[in-house]
């Protein structure tokens, strides 16, 4: 894969605008090349939206598991 990536800005589900890295995206074309994942998906969330999900999810994971 000799793609040149560049640094790409994106909109959030929230309306913050946000860059996906020409590093990120890289990464997972490394993770794709190695067969990590089967697909590359365009983020949907900046990080504080991204980071609040995650949250969100372990807190409802940790209610879940009692």
Request: one cysteine or more.
């Amino acid at each position: 894969m000799n793609e040149e990536h560049q640094d790409i800005e994106l909109v959030c589900m929230c309306g913050a605008p946000f860059i996906w890295t020409k590093g990120e995206q890289k990464f997972i074309g490394q993770l794709l090349s190695e067969g990590k994942i089967s697909s590359i998906v365009t983020p949907k969330r900046c990080q504080p939206c991204r980071q609040k999900k995650k949250e969100e999810r372990e807190a409802r994971n940790n209610r879940d598991s009692y």
